[in-house]
């Protein structure tokens, strides 16, 4: 029992050191075409954006094709698009996602939130290729947070986002407390099979 626990221990540690799991992840392609939509599962405030594609309204999206969205929508006032995420302290998420220019003239400025972490591409040129960008953050306290992307203006063409995702790499202290915790269950097994 104690040779068998050991050797699956030593197997589990050079998996969790490169464990990262994915908590949230969405192309669009489940959503209609459609001029002033909200994607489904996220929110827009303070104006519209656009649900586009090749097959509709003439965007090209990013890799996986389908549905994207153009973060200026079609009523002169571009919205704030967010998602809501449960995350938990000590775990360090990176959301990644793709963004291309509005593909019509002229430039955007965008700025993109993720918990306390911002970033901004300001100027976005409109022939900007599709681009995967990255930000990190990590919760001291468990909670929802939002990842938000707000794009400037409201000319009705905004930068146009594709392939969001959120990937968990627990912090190490985590992983030292799993692995103290499958030592525990070492002892408890051994404890066990001596009593029996
Ligand atoms: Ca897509
Ligand atoms: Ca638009
Ligand atoms: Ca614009």
Redesign the pocket.
Known sequence: MKKTLAIAIAALVPCLAQASTTVFAD???GNPYGLNTIPSGWNVSGGTVDLV?AGGYGYL??T?????VDLDGSTSNAGVLSRDLLLTAGTTYTSFFDIAGNQRGGSENLQIIFGSSTMSLNPLASDSPWTQYSLTFTPTVTGTYSLVFNNAGGDNMGAIL??VSVQAVPEPESYALLLAGLGLMGTVARRRKSQA
């Open positions: 192309n669009f392609n594609g999206c990013a996986g094709g389908g549905m994207c594709d392939n």
